[in-house]
């Protein structure tokens, strides 16, 4: 059954903008004044880059996971925003839970929902960030999970990992009756969208027997504010404020005839700022739809 307010991102395929829609969402979210929970459940553990702290080794959250003690939070990270990092020890889990399970000792989403059912009344809002090819680690987040968001670029990898999420979905329900498909968010988007939009929805539509949502919102192309955020350790919203003072540092280097040894790639990500902010309203508009909805049919 679903703890609390809890949104998974996921999908079949890497690089498809999970970890970053997980971190800016759920930074946005708190600096609205939600009570934010980001649970890193990729061995990349990218959520720590993302957010500008030590990459993790995923130990403590692994620890956790095998023994009695609470989940490793680390509390405001930004104000409101509380994380559990991951890292590679979490590779680990899928063989270890599925060796447990074949024993019958509690699966992981068994584990993992006694790990959220204490703290759930702590936070408004508890996102869960996925690596791509573990069904164990992802159908756990799953049953715990009020809805999934599935990001996906334009090419057709990124499709057919939509199918394999929605695979997954299906799979889970029968566990978890209360999850819901939040949407589709068109990730690192061009203009050209309406072919991908299409697709998305008949790909779906395929494996659910309906259109999936397709969020207005896309997240537009911007490599180069991509390649400053992981550097700098900035979400895009705070990567717009050091653009303007990085252009700043630009002029006055040009009038005083010296160089800037590290200015930022992108000039302005003012833009983009905007699309994450955009995406998060519908998200949560879109979560209070799905409780609402829950509360109708009960």
Known sequence: ????????????????????????????????????????????????????????SGDDLMSSL??????????????????VA??????????????RSARGSSDLADVLEAKLRPIEADYDLILIDT?????????????????????????????????????????????NPQLRLAGVVLFAISSRTTRLERDVRNALAETLGDAAPVFTTRIRHLESAAADARRRGLLIHELEQAAVADRTARINALRNKTSLTDGLYARDASGLAEDYQELTRELLTRLIEIENEAVVTT
């Not at 049953?143 to 990001?151: E, G, H, K, N």
């Open 1 to 56: 059954m679903a703890v609390g307010r809890t949104l998974v991102f996921a999908q079949g395929k890497g690089g498809v903008g999970k970890t970053t829609l997980t971190s800016n969402t759920a930074a946005l979210a708190a600096s609205a004044g939600h009570r934010v929970l980001v649970i890193d459940l990729d061995q990349q553990g990218n959520v720590a880059r993302d957010l500008g702290f030590p990459p993790n």
């Open 66 to 83: 095998l023994t009695a003690a609470p989940l490793p939070i680390s509390k405001d990270v930004r104000p409101n925003l509380d994380v």
């Open 86 to 99: 991951g890292g590679p020890a979490i590779g680990d889990a899928a063989s270890v839970f599925a060796s």
């Open 131 to 175: 690596p791509p090819g573990d069904r164990i680690l992802v159908e756990a987040a799953l049953s715990v999970a009020l809805a999934v968001a599935i990001p996906t670029r334009m090419d057709e990898a990124s499709i057919d990992g939509v199918t394999r999420i929605a695979e997954r979905f299906l799979a889970v329900t029968p566990r």
